[in-house]
């Protein structure tokens, strides 16, 4: 599995929209960490690669976000920062856990986030965006 910051590189270079880029990493993490849902086995060699890859993609997210030169509006960001915060959170709990329904949020997660990265904003919004 590819390290999320080389896979938005290679993607940023293809001139995706930054959203849609966003978007398709997270349901590509979902994707991972859905296979490993699936095919459940507490000890599985693909565990651990799909949480990493999960948890290096809310770190670039998680650092983005709070840096000073985010354009998002702050309580987006202190959102992100908090659903972050949660993802980690949540990675910990699948880590230490031989219960498979603890990846059920990461996925939900990534996949709703994804699914609002998809959708186009509306021009008010894009009005009130700096």
């Not at 959203?19 to 849902?37: F, G, I, W």
């Not at 993609?57 to 702050?74: D, M, N, Q, R, Y």
């Amino acid at each position: 599995m590819a390290n999320p910051a080389q896979a938005y590189g290679k993607m940023a270079k293809l001139g995706n929209d930054p959203r849609e880029l966003e978007a398709n990493l997270l349901l590509r993490a979902a994707s991972q960490l859905q296979k490993v849902r699936d095919n459940w086995e507490p000890r599985s060699k693909d565990i651990l690669p799909a949480l990493h890859f999960n948890r290096q993609l809310w770190s670039i997210f998680a650092t983005s976000v709070t840096g000073e030169e985010s354009e998002l509006p702050l309580e987006i960001r202190q959102n992100l920062a908090n659903l972050s915060l949660f993802v980690f959170k949540q990675t910990l709990a699948v880590q230490t856990s031989s219960d498979p329904q603890k990846l059920d949020s990461l996925i939900n997660i990534n996949r709703q986030i994804a699914a609002g990265l998809f959708q186009k904003p509306t021009t008010e919004a894009q009005e009130t965006t700096p």
